[in-house]
């Protein structure tokens, strides 16, 4: 029997722990979680983001600010911003979402937020613990973070000596998802578009890490029986079925293939994706205890 893992249930139970942190936080410390989200320009799919970032946040009961700027905002406005974002003490973690127009260095203003508020985990102090191993005092990527909480979840915490692949090496999620399962002892390879014979590759994986962005191109005899598969790929292909013009979502596995050997899979909508929102409030209310000199909880 494969387990689909309900990303959606777990990401519920994640929210469900900070709503009770930030509670108590805020009854036995006097501090209330805050979050700054910051977006420049008009993309649709980044005010979508952005506004169900903001909206988890309030039913966090964080202190939840958005500010939108128009998109001929210059980087010295911007990175004027930040540094106020980094000096205020209500504010506990701040999120850029990017992409940023052309006129503004994404590079520069990510790592013009303090690290200490970094709740995206893209800076380089973040990247740089994650990498020595010191990722209990860092900022983790909320992607990764998420699906090592659904990995855990099947797994359990000690994954000594399991094989994983991770197909994909960005800096949001394949590489530092390596760096988790590294941590977790797992013997870890990450594989990329310059990787010979994939397919063998990934067949010698207990865990299966997908973060390549090309639909269901992982196929179902790429997976080891039993393997964990977890599809961080969102893509939208066409979907005539439902009308002319309308799309759907797929990962970049060929689920129904996957399935059928798989130990346990994450689906694409319901998996990975909702844990990456849970996992930015999370990181939140760690900053927030981090600040107020108290143990956040794990
Ligand atoms: P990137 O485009 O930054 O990286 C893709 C990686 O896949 C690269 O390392 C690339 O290799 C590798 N790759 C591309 N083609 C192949 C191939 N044919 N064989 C092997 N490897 C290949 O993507 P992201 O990491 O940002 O995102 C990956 C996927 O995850 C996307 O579908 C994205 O939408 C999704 N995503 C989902 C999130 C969520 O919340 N669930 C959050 C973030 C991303 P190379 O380096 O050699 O070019």
């Known amino acids: 029997m494969t ?48 506004a169900s970032k903001s909206r988890k946040a309030k039913d966090c009961g964080f202190h939840s600010v958005q500010h939108t700027l128009p998109a001929e905002t210059s980087q010295a406005d911007l990175l004027a911003l930040i540094a106020g974002l980094n000096a205020d003490p209500e504010i506990h973690g701040i999120l850029v979402q990017l992409p940023l127009p052309e006129q503004i260095d994404s590079g520069a203003v990510i790592q013009a937020i303090a690290p200490e508020k970094d709740v995206d985990g893209f800076t380089y102090v973040n990247v740089g613990k994650l990498g020595a191993g010191a990722a209990e005092t860092a900022f983790v990527p909320c992607t990764p973070a998420g699906s090592m909480v659904l990995i855990e979840r099947v797994r359990g915490r000690d994954l000594s000596g399991l094989n994983a692949v991770v197909v994909g090496r960005s800096n949001i999620v394949g590489k530092p998802m390596a760096n988790l399962l590294l941590a977790a002892n797992c013997t870890v390879t990450v594989a990329h578009s310059r990787t010979h014979d994939l397919p063998a590759l990934c067949r010698t994986a207990d865990i299966l890490v997908a973060a390549v962005g090309r639909p269901e191109m992982i196929r179902g005899d790429w997976v080891k ?47 990975v994706g909702p844990m990456t929102i849970a996992m930015l409030m999370a990181n939140t209310l760690v900053s927030a205890c981090r600040a107020a000199g108290r143990t956040p909880p794990r």
């Not at 936080?25 to 209330?32: D, S």
């Open 3 to 50: 387990t689909v893992i309900d990303g959606k249930l777990v990401a519920e139970d994640v929210v469900a722990t900070v709503q009770k942190a930030a509670e108590l936080l805020r009854a036995e410390a006097g501090v209330t979680p805050g979050l700054a989200v910051v977006i420049v320009g008009e993309d649709p799919a980044s005010q979508v983001y952005v």
């Open 225 to 271: 029986e039993g393997a964990t598969v977890i599809d961080v790929g969102i893509n939208r292909i066409p979907a005539p079925e439902k009308g002319e013009g309308k799309q759907r979502l797929v990962g970049d596995v060929a689920y129904a293939e996957a399935e059928r050997r798989a130990g346990a899979i994450t689906p694409v909508p319901g998996g």
